[in-house]
């Protein structure tokens, strides 16, 4: 009994060993494997890039266009303010992408003219945000395919500053030139359209062409990127003349047509009304230019460009390496056109330090209602960041 009692306590053992055994060796494949979130964690990377980048291209306001080409000595040359980062955040596969970039930019000039100075500010702020996804990762090159959008923001103000003593002097002039004129349109001695021609030449004379010609060059071939604001001031103040006299030669003529006088009676009133006005309309007229050229003009355009690209990178060692990138966009949605090209070498200071020197382009063909902005921006870069 005892013996028969020993061999089942023996086998019960063996039989439990074994099952024992088995669960062990089934655990491994039981287990799930290891999940994204537990193999690879998350990667940041804080840059800064530093681009000096020239402007090549047109700006347009309104139907006038400037030709912008503002090589980089211009841009520090003229330089207010600028700040640049760029910031990365990866785990495995998948990327976000995102950089802002801002450039102040003012400019001055002395015009000695009806217009004493002028001056401007540009402020450009450029916004970039993206999704990555890598398409191939191998252990010395890696391909990724990006979708994103790029924000731009163009602030541009322009400042005249009149010179009224010079404004009161053609201001004089003009009148004693144009009343003997005024005086023949009265006597009805010359036709409206006449006096109207006669009227506009005298303005280019005495006014429209003594504005300042240096406006011409700051505005048409500017030293830094901005839109003609004030192309139309000279036309804007021809008319605004032309208005002005004509509402004077009309209530001159009231005044006359009141007396009801013929002849040789009506011409002596109109001598010597025509006489009496010349200094309050050359007062008038002084100042109403004084602040139709003292004035701050400003625009403030925006738009979103979204875009595809590829950015491919390549390990020549554990040092060296290099990387490209290209996007295009616009779609019509913001601009045209939109692109954007990079290429990098880049040195690993640390396990979490690098440089990159580079060569980066940004182009854009962007035009609605009266604002056109078509330029490229190009240059060398230079990025400093850290990687945790």
Not at 152 to 172: K, M
Not at 296 to 323: E, H, I, Q
Request: glycine content about 8%; hydrophobic content about 40%.
């Amino acid at each position: 009994m005892r013996t028969r009692l020993l061999l089942s306590t023996g086998a019960l053992f063996a039989i439990i060993g074994r099952i024992s055994a088995g669960s062990v060796e089934l655990q491994p494949k039981e287990m799930a494997p290891p999940t994204i979130t537990q193999s690879e964690p998350w990667q940041f990377t804080i840059a800064a890039p530093g681009w000096l980048a020239s402007m090549n291209g047109t700006i347009g306001v309104r139907g006038v266009n400037a030709d912008i080409d503002v090589p980089v000595d211009e841009v520090l040359q003229h330089l207010d303010m600028i700040f640049a980062a760029r910031a990365e955040a990866r785990k495995g596969p998948f990327g976000i992408y995102g950089e802002i970039i801002y450039i102040g930019l003012t400019d001055g000039a002395q015009i000695s003219g009806l217009i004493d100075n002028v001056s401007a500010k540009v402020g450009l702020t450029l916004f970039d945000g993206a999704l990555s996804w890598r398409l191939i990762n191998q252990p010395r090159w890696s391909l990724d395919f990006a979708a994103g959008t790029h924000y731009t923001n163009v602030y541009e103000r322009l400042t005249l500053d009149p010179n009224p003593e010079a404004i009161h002097q053609a201001s004089q002039q003009f009148v004693d030139d144009i009343a003997e004129d005024l005086r023949h349109r009265l006597d009805q001695d010359i036709s409206k359209s006449e006096f109207v021609e006669i009227l506009k030449s005298t303005i280019a004379e005495h006014i429209a062409n003594r504005i300042g010609n240096v406006l011409d060059r700051f505005e048409n071939k500017p030293n830094i990127p901005i839109g003609p604001l004030g192309g139309r001031i000279r036309q804007e103040i021809t008319q605004r003349i032309e208005n002005f006299i004509q509402e004077k030669e009309a209530a001159l003529r009231a005044r006359i047509d009141a007396l009801h006088l013929m002849g040789e009676a009506r011409r002596a009133a109109v001598q010597r009304l025509v006489n009496e006005a010349k200094a309050r309309i050359a007062n008038q007229l002084a100042l109403r230019l004084n602040k139709s050229l003292s004035q701050t003009k400003s625009k403030d355009d925006f738009w979103f460009d979204p875009y595809v690209g590829l950015r491919g990178r390549y390990n020549f060692n554990k040092t060296y390496y290099t990387g490209v990138r290209g996007e295009i966009g616009g779609f019509g949605i913001g601009a045209d056109l939109m692109w954007e090209v990079e290429a990098v070498v880049g040195i690993n200071l640390t396990r979490s330090i690098f440089t990159e020197i580079g060569y980066r382009a940004l182009g854009a063909n962007f035009e609605e209602n009266d604002f056109r902005f078509e330029t490229v921006m190009h240059g060398p870069q230079i990025t400093t960041g850290i990687t945790f």
